[in-house]
């Protein structure tokens, strides 16, 4: 059983910075393949980056060149996001699935199996 903690939501003003942090235990981190997603109230909830467990990253072209995922050595996941307007007000989710095989870095909801509880970001004007 994966579990994953994410930190790092917050308000920020229009132009600001905010980094998310994502923590998962219960499992070896060299085989998991993790994502980034966002969701407003009444919307679905949308891919924002994703990273495979070979280092391949993918991010949303709505976020292309403003956010970026990462992963450290210990394989804490981070979602950098820079240049933040009112619509990237979100709950932002980590989410996990067993990747022991190839597989590319995934948009889609349906793959992944565990899911943080989510953190809000909130980007005033």
């Known amino acids: 059983q994966v579990q994953l903690a994410e930190s790092g939501g917050g308000s920020v003003q229009t132009g600001g910075s905010l980094t998310l942090s994502c923590a998962p235990s219960g499992y070896t981190w060299h085989n998991l393949c993790l994502g980034w997603f966002r969701q407003v109230p009444g919307k679905a909830r949308e891919a924002v980056a994703a990273i495979n467990s070979g280092g391949e990253t993918r991010s949303a072209d709505h976020v292309e060149g403003r956010f970026s995922i990462s992963q450290d050595s210990k394989g804490i996941l981070y979602l950098q996001m820079n240049s933040l307007n009112p619509e990237d007000t979100a709950m932002y989710y980590c989410?996990?699935?067993?990747?022991?095989?190839?597989?590319?870095?995934?948009?889609?909801?349906?793959?992944?199996?565990?899911w943080g509880q989510g953190t809000q970001v909130t980007v005033s004007s």
């Open positions: 989410a996990a699935k067993s990747c022991s095989n190839y597989y590319p870095p995934s948009f889609a909801t349906a793959d992944y199996d565990y």
